[in-house]
Nanobody
Framework: QVQLVESGGGSVQAGGSLRLSCAAS????????MGWFRQAPGKEREGVTA???????SYADSVKGRFTISKDNAKNTLYLQMNSLKPEDTAMYYC????????????????????WGQGTQVTVSS
């Protein structure tokens, strides 16, 4: 069973940086993709970024140029480096994974992932 555990959340001031980590275990194939989602109070969970099975990365327009997704295959860990944080980035951040690969904007949808972490809170103050 795939398990995902996020860490690294916290509180920062606008303009600051945070790096989230997602430790993955139980993945039995080298062909899988992973993503980061976030959910603010009263809002839908939205896709932030993802990395495909071939290493190709995708980003939501709202975070392009500020957030960077990366994956350390040796450590089975996914990262999200978040720079130039804004108050509107405040949300619970979730790591997600699924076997296979995604096409087009498939990575943005919750239903594209079968495995989820418990989330880590990010709060950005102005």
């Amino acid at each position: 069973q795939v398990q995902l555990v996020e860490s690294g959340g916290g509180s920062v001031q606008a303009g600051g940086s945070l790096r989230l980590s997602c430790a993955a275990s139980g993945i039995t194939s080298s062909r899988y993709y992973m993503g980061w989602f976030r959910q603010a109070p009263g809002k839908e969970r939205e896709g932030v970024t993802a990395v495909n099975s071939d290493g190709f990365t995708s980003y939501a327009d709202s975070v392009k140029g500020r957030f960077t997704i990366s994956k350390d295959n040796a450590k089975n860990t996914l990262y999200l480096q978040m720079n130039s944080l804004k108050p509107e980035d405040t949300a619970m951040y979730y790591c997600a994974a699924n076997y296979g690969s995604y096409g087009a904007n498939y990575w943005k949808f919750r239903g594209s992932y079968n495995y989820w972490g418990q989330g880590t809170q990010v709060t950005v103050s102005s």
